[in-house]
């Protein structure tokens, strides 16, 4: 085992169950000392105490509520200090799925809260330290609901506020890795589909009317099987990556088509 003093360290959100606990297990057993943060302390304390006991690693406790902006001021205090930091997963997040013109106001507020406002700051804080170094990565946990804003609400679940968090998440960090490139940092932004975890339980869904779903342990490997590869854009269950090449050159193609002085005819005052 690697002397605990020279040992690299994660942090990782949303570790209290699910894709985040997958998360901390897998890095434990890669050696990584940890910081896991949620809102769950129970639950935090008995992971940390299980991976100690198996991987023998050390693994802190971090209970925070990241619709607070006292804590992420709490956790972008300990990102900043960690010369030891080498991974910020940012997986904590909810679906708060209802109709839009039905959900409480309370909870879109603290879904942008969550998924955009808290990674964009806890990223924000975990990175100059890491290009000083000229070591790290960032891997930001989006989903397929990303893509789906063209999809009509069924079977899909109504996700309005869900799907345009996730969608930042993407376009946020592809543009970061172009940001950062050449100075020894990573950048990735992970799009699982349905995964087996409490997610849905706790959504009120019935799993039991789902399809077959992916391991988050399985989400976990392609993740950092991805990030080692130096893949920006990682979807664990897509084969055919040329299809994530297509969707970049037709919104490349859009972009340089659309750039144009003048309106499209379709848009022009008809003629007098």
């Known amino acids: 085992m690697t002397d605990a003093s020279s040992r690299p360290r994660a942090l990782v959100t949303g570790a209290s169950a699910g894709v985040g606990e ?7 057993r890669d050696g990584f000392d940890l910081v896991l943060v949620a ?5 935090l304390e008995a992971l940390a105490a299980r991976l100690q006991r198996e991987a023998g690693v050390n693994a802190d406790v971090l209970a925070a509520d990241l619709c607070e902006a006292a804590s992420c001021t709490t956790v972008e205090e300990r990102l900043a200090g960690d010369e030891r930091l080498r991974l910020l997963v940012n997986n904590a997040g909810f679906g708060g799925y209802r109709p839009f013109v039905e959900v409480d106001p309370a909870v ?6 969550v998924h955009v406002l808290a990674v964009t700051r806890l990223t924000r804080a975990a990175l100059p330290g890491m290009v000083r170094r000229g070591a790290g990565g960032v891997v930001n946990v989006a989903s397929l609901l990303a893509l789906s ?15 345009g968090a996730k969608a930042y998440l993407v376009a946020f ?8 490139a050449g100075k020894g940092v990573k950048v990735q932004v992970c799009l699982p589909g349905l995964v087996a975890t409490e997610f849905h339980t706790v959504m009120g869904m019935d799993r039991s009317r789902m399809p077959p779903m992916m391991s988050a342990a399985d989400v976990v490997t392609a993740s950092l099987a991805g990030l080692a ?16 090449d297509r969707l970049a ?4 193609a859009v972009m340089r088509a659309a750039n144009q002085p003048k309106l499209a ?8």
């Open 22 to 28: 997958a998360y901390a297990e897998r890095l434990a």
């Open 39 to 43: 809102r769950r302390r129970e639950r």
């Open 108 to 113: 879109t507020e603290d879904l942008v809260r």
């Open 149 to 163: 804003g063209t999809l009509p609400p069924s079977p899909l679940p109504h996700r309005a506020t869900y799907a």
């Open 173 to 180: 960090s592809q543009a970061l890795a172009g940001e950062l």
């Open 229 to 244: 590869a130096g893949e920006v854009t990682c979807v664990p269950g897509l084969a055919d990556t040329a299809l994530l």
């Open 249 to 252: 050159e037709a919104q490349i």
């Open 265 to 272: 005819a379709r848009y022009a005052p008809p003629s007098p």
